[in-house]
T-cell receptor
């Protein structure tokens, strides 16, 4: 199993450009998440998808859109990039039940380092 | 509301020293508590967890005990190694919510 994969690993954008960050998981997990990580601020949730066909805003959704394409894939789109969106972006996934018990563990991808100039 | 507070880093120790990273929380209900670790250039991975009061999570020589009376979940290790250098995150999930609430992370540096 590859786990959670993210593409690209690195990206540099100019202000106003758009791009889509891709995320896929092969663990048959129901829930998927997008976070951003900034120095000294830990992880902040951008959007999440509790199950296929649903998406919800997290703590910092402004400037982003998401698509849960199918159970495996969850993409994050920046329509008009701004320097404030320079960050490291992590995708994560989670199954609802593990070994017959409710599970909260999230599995993370390796991250995308985005710089907006 | 729900929140997690971790000690600020970086924490610098010599190899074989005893480690404590403090974590306290505020939450309604009965949250589950987690420690995640992020090695340089990688994503986060679960280190250990505890789902109810007085539970002790343990993994790779690290331990943390869920203390409801002090609302704490401090991470400890008896003898650290250079390979333990990483950023450690404390987190909680409030009962059955889909989200994790994260602390700011504590960078640990172990010198040989």
């Amino acid at each position: 199993n590859a786990g959670v994969t993210q593409t690209p690993k690195f990206q540099v954008l100019k202000t106003g450009q758009s791009m889509t960050l891709q995320c896929a998981q092969d663990m048959n997990h129901n829930s998927m998440y997008w976070y951003r990580q900034d120095p000294g601020m830990g992880l902040r949730l951008i959007y999440y998808s509790a199950s296929e066909g649903t998406t919800d805003k997290g703590e910092v959704p402004n400037g982003y859109n998401v698509s849960r394409l199918n159970k495996r894939e969850f993409s994050l789109r920046l329509e008009s990039a701004a320097p404030s969106q320079t960050s490291v972006y992590f995708c994560a996934s989670r199954t609802l039940f593990l070994d017959g018990r409710y599970s909260y563990e999230q599995y993370f991808g390796p991250g995308t380092r985005l710089t907006v100039t | 509301g729900n929140s997690v507070t971790q000690m600020e880093g970086p924490v610098t120790l010599s190899e074989e020293a005893f480690l404590t990273i403090n974590c306290t929380y505020t939450a309604t209900g009965y949250p589950s508590l987690f420690w995640y670790v992020q090695y340089p250039g990688e994503g986060l991975q679960l280190l250990l967890k505890a789902t109810k009061a007085d539970d002790k999570g343990s993994n790779k020589g690290f331990e943390a005990t869920y203390r409801k009376e002090t609302t704490s979940f401090h991470l400890e290790k008896g003898s650290v190694q250079v390979s333990d250098s990483a950023v450690y995150f404390c987190a909680l999930t409030p009962d059955s919510n889909y989200q994790l609430i994260w602390g700011a992370g504590t960078k640990l540096i172990i010198k040989p």
